[in-house]
């Protein structure tokens, strides 16, 4: 079965700092698709990054980095030179193509605290 | 609109009552979903329309719990004799045709049974 851990719960950083929220995978599926979700304090679920099981390339985005690494079904979340709007909690997402159609998966999330 | 929609964004029941969840969803998107979320957990798959068709409800957490999309858009969450354990966030999403697009997430609707 499909299964997203994000070991760490809370990270705490100062501003300015580069920070990394990691994201392990688990599913059966050839065919898959990676997110990455934030959820400021208003709770509604914004749309960051979306990757598919074939394109193993990072992606950067302005101060936001993605690490996608198949071998080691990890799909990592580094933000350089975070900022106070950066806190928020940060949800990694599975959506398997065969196994269980359009639903996502999402690990438990990661509550990313920026202080000034 | 611009996003996905929901309302109420909050709603307190008092236990045995049945309420009502509404989502708007973003204008085209024939995929819409509804999720729930527990206080400090993740969201959690419910259930998936394709235009009005339900696809796939086995996250449905009992027979309490009952979605309708009619008429492929505006879709409603049921949730019938309320219990405490259904206090959470009710989150809806949508996305353009294909099973594996992006989803789109509305405000959700925090719901407090008392």
């Known amino acids: 079965a499909q299964k997203v851990t994000q070991a760490q719960t809370e990270i705490s950083v100062v501003e300015k700092e580069d920070v990394t929220l990691d994201c392990v995978y688990e599913?059966?599926?050839?065919?898959?698709?990676l997110f990455w979700y934030k959820q400021p304090p208003s709770g509604e679920l914004v749309f960051l990054i979306r990757r598919n099981s074939f394109d193993e390339q990072n992606e950067i985005s302005g101060r936001y980095s993605w690490n996608f690494q198949k071998s080691t079904s990890s799909f990592n979340f580094t933000i350089t030179a975070s900022q106070v709007v950066d806190s928020a909690v940060y949800f990694c997402a599975l959506s398997e193509r065969e196994t269980s159609g359009s639903r996502l998966t999402f690990g438990e999330g990661t509550q990313l605290t920026v202080n000034p | 609109g611009a996003g996905v929609s929901q309302s109420p964004r909050y709603k307190v029941a008092k236990r045995g009552q049945d309420v009502a969840l509404r989502c708007d969803p973003i204008s085209g998107h024939v995929s819409l979903f509804w999720y729930q979320q527990a206080l400090g957990q993740g969201p959690e798959f419910l259930t998936y329309?394709?235009?009005?068709?339900?696809?796939?409800k086995s996250g449905l957490p009992s027979d309490r719990f009952f979605a309708e999309r009619p008429e492929g858009s505006v879709s409603t969450l049921k949730i019938q004799r309320t219990q405490q354990e259904d206090s959470a966030v009710y989150l809806c999403?949508?996305?353009?045709?294909?099973?594996?697009?992006?989803?789109?997430f509305g405000p959700g609707t925090r719901l407090t049974v008392l």
């Open positions: 599913t059966r599926d050839t065919t898959y698709y």
């Open positions: 999403a949508s996305s353009r045709p294909g099973s594996t697009d992006t989803q789109y």
């Open positions: 329309f394709q235009n009005e068709a339900q696809l796939d």
